[in-house]
Structure formats: structure tokens, C-alpha cells
């Protein structure tokens, strides 16, 4: 995997406690068997068994249930037409139903030749602490992987740096810091 800048050691990043940001490498992932085809903690078969409905397309997704799913776990509530049309122009997703409800979504965007950046991963609190999280995550991954790209990022915030971990992530790798500009209207 190639970065912007010269290749330094993980390690040496420079205090990755205050960075949001966090890459995986190629080389990463498939140590830990996100490759093109996939090696996943809990098989399609076993997510099926259990109830859980895998979707890789905008068809038939109910986005008042998708933003219901983001007010749960502490995102806001979006406009649903702003949200069609970002999941009209996103390139990866996954999201997962149970009993016809969403209960788990993620999604990336990007280029989809060199880089992606994941938003958006949320699992139902109901549903939190069976895998089902890293289920996606492996999935949306492989699906990246697959497209060969090669450069992924996400925002997380700290609380969930130890999710993405053992996915492969690393903590402000390079030194490299997020910077953002927002044009949120001021209540």
C-alpha cells in the first residue's frame, strides 16, 4: 500500500490518541483474511440461520428505518432525501435486516481505484456485541479489497478506536492528521 508521503514505521506515529483518523494496508487486511475472497469470522450461512438479511444495494432499502437505526446510536437524523442521494453516490455498502427492520449499515466512498473512505458503520444496540459489527466490516472490506483498493480510512470516534483494531486499523499511521471544513449552520 502506498501512502501520500514516504513510508515511516506505524509505531512511530506521533501521539495517536488525538487523531481520528485510522488506515488499514492491504498487507494488514489479509494477514487477518479480508482478501478479495473473503475470510470471514461468521459465514454468510451461519448470519442467514440467524435471521440476518445481507444487502450490497440502495434496493429496497427503508431509509426512515436506516435513519431510525442512526438516531440509536447517537448519529442525527438526516433529511431523507439528502441521505437517498448519498447513498445514490456511495460505492460500497452493506447493510443487514432482521425481520424486514435495518439493524446494521455501513458504507464507502471514494474513488474506487486507489481510496476509500468507510462512514457510517452502526449496528443496532440490540444487536451489539455478537460479531455482527465486524461481520460487516469484513464484508464492506472484501468488497473494497475486491475493487483493488488498497488505501481505506475511516473517522471513528474514540471510544470505538478498539473495534477497528483488530480489523486491521492503525491510529494516525505516518504522522498523517485529519483536518476537516464544516458548513453547519449554527443553531
Partial sequence: MEFHRRPRSFAGSKNPRKSPCCFAQAAQLEALGITETGKFSMSDDDLSS??????????????????????????????????????????????????????????????????????????????????????????????????????????????VLGFYKPLGFVVDPDGIRAMSLSRRRRA
Fill in 50 to 159: 440467524r435471521g440476518f438479511q445481507l444487502h450490497r444495494s440502495l434496493d429496497n432499502i427503508n431509509l426512515d428505518d436506516l435513519n431510525a437505526l442512526f438516531v440509536k446510536v447517537g448519529f442525527p437524523r438526516r433529511q431523507n432525501e439528502k441521505l437517498l442521494r448519498a447513498l445514490e453516490h456511495t460505492g460500497t455498502m452493506l447493510w443487514v435486516t432482521k425481520a424486514g427492520s435495518v439493524i446494521a449499515f455501513a458504507r464507502a466512498t471514494g474513488d474506487d481505484v486507489f481510496n476509500a473512505i468507510i462512514w457510517d458503520v452502526v449496528v443496532d444496540p440490540a444487536f451489539q456485541g455478537i460479531g455482527l459489527g465486524k461481520a460487516v466490516m469484513e464484508r464492506l472490506m472484501a468488497d473494497l479489497t475486491r475493487k483493488g483498493i488498497t488505501n481505506i480510512v475511516l473517522y471513528a470516534e474514540p471510544n
